[in-house]
């Protein structure tokens, strides 16, 4: 069976740190760009890291670049997503992303919230 689980997210204090992980199974991982997305409330969901599948690659949206980095084991087929310095304006929940010719698939998402 296919899965993207994600866990790490909660509750932070602005200036925080929080890291994100995704473990997937049922397909390979290797083979597969990965990426975070994220959907704060009553917003549209906004894209906000990806990797390349060997994990040479990393790609940031300008609103969390320099703050947030991703990075993948393909040995342990995880992908994770360290966020330092967070803002109230990084509340969302944020999905795990697996994306390449042959399927696109989506975790069920963790909920970060920053607030003091």
């Known amino acids: 069976e296919l899965q993207l689980v994600e866990s790490g997210g909660g509750l932070v204090q602005p200036g925080g740190s929080l890291r994100l992980s995704c473990a997937a199974s049922?397909?390979?991982?290797?083979?597969?760009?990965m990426s975070w997305v994220r959907q704060a409330p009553g917003k549209g969901p906004e894209w906000v890291s990806a990797?390349?599948?060997?994990?040479?690659?990393?790609y940031y949206a300008d609103s969390v670049k320099g703050r947030f980095t991703i990075s993948r084991d393909n040995t342990r087929n995880t992908v994770s997503l360290q966020m330092n310095t967070l803002k109230p304006d990084d509340t969302a929940v944020y999905y795990c992303?697996?994306?390449?010719?042959?399927?696109?698939?989506w975790g069920q998402g963790t909920q970060v919230t920053v607030s003091s």
């Open positions: 990797i390349n599948s060997g994990g040479s690659s990393t």
């Open positions: 992303n697996a994306r390449n010719w042959a399927g696109n698939y």
């Open positions: 049922g397909f390979t991982f290797g083979s597969y760009d």
